[in-house]
């Protein structure tokens, strides 16, 4: 029989600044090296790889040897959950130079969260999925069903949104936008949506983060489906 979950072990985990940077990094539901997760935690090569090991021993990270490299990724949704809500009640880092502000901004315009898309981008695409009828109103961690019968209109087309396929995963989930304060659509139509946004080059990844730019083309789709 086991008792109540142990949430320090994952805390302690977490805890560190420069393990805090490298979790943050791997939200864009991408496999970094410990290479890459280095430069971003500010850390030597040695330092980085004693930090990895912490997080893969509480279960936050799993690794993927590929020949002699080896590619770290977040080990599931759950763990990604659990950042996203701590960074909604976290205080800002304060900003120090020109670049940090830049930086900043692309991120509360466009970034990945884990599987969705967040920030002012996912903010505006939950309000245009909310007015379609395809998600309900969403508040933070509720979850909704697909609607029934499924719409057949332009922003379904255009999105290329399929119906739910199944499994125990929600329609929608509400994420707190820890920029924008409030929710956007997580779940199984947050991921379809990002899915389209890639495919279609609506969106391109901006270097060495998980921010990401809408392009001229998506601008374009957006500004159709809104009018």
Known sequence: MSGE??????ARAMGDPARARMLSAL??????????LGRIARLSPSSTSEHLHVLAEAGLVLVDNQ?????????????????ESLQAIAPLARISSLRQHRASREMREARTCYDHLAG???????DLLHQGGII?????????????????????RALGL????????????????WTGRRPHAAGQVGAQVLAAFRTNGWITPRPDTRAVQLTATGEHLLQELES
């Open 5 to 10: 979950p142990e949430i320090a072990v994952p």
């Open 27 to 36: 939200l864009g539901e991408r496999a970094l090296s410990s290479g890459e």
């Open 67 to 83: 020949g002699r490299h080896r590619f770290y990724r977040l080990a599931n949704s759950d763990v990604a959950r659990a950042i």
């Open 162 to 177: 399929r119906e739910p396929d199944g499994s125990r995963r929600p329609w929608t989930r509400g994420c707190l936008d």
């Open 136 to 156: 309900d109103e969403l508040v933070v961690g509720s979850v909704g069903q697909a609607p029934e019968p499924f719409p057949d209109d332009h922003i379904v």
């Open 120 to 126: 002012d981008l996912g903010l505006r695409l939950t």
